[in-house]
């Protein structure tokens, strides 16, 4: 017999550790999906459409209007006023700012409204209103 192979009443010494490391890749990668697909922004209830598309771009931002009218940018939550700042900023380093507006079925039209009015004078061409389609 050679120095290496034992015989099959042998023990083992080592422990095969690849599969446990596989596993653990695995889970690694399934709480990262987890973690960024939970983070995506505010619930919402959308209203329905036939047609709706998807207007996402990679430097899109997102205005989200809930039911009881507080507003957000990009899930995080604004007044009026620092959305105006805010959307400035963002269309002064990107002049064809691409924006999302996603407003709870419930929500002031009031302050959809308000919000498109913002979106207005800061001369914001590209707005998509984010509907869910109907089934």
Known sequence: MAGDVKGDLQAYDDINVTPMLDLAYVL???FIIMTTASVQG????SPLTQAANNLAKPQTKG???TADGQVYL????????ELQTNLAQYKAANPALPV???????????K??????I???LDIT????ATKRAQ
């Open 100 to 110: 999302v507006l996603k407003a709870d079925a419930a929500a002031q039209y009031d």
């Open 74 to 81: 990009d899930a995080y939550p604004v007044s009026l006023d």
């Open 42 to 45: 505010v619930k919402v209830n």
């Open 126 to 129: 590209e707005i998509g209103l």
């Open 28 to 30: 690694l990668v399934v």
């Open 119 to 121: 979106a207005k004078r």
């Open 63 to 65: 205005i989200t209007i």
């Open 112 to 117: 959809v409204m308000q919000v498109l009015e």
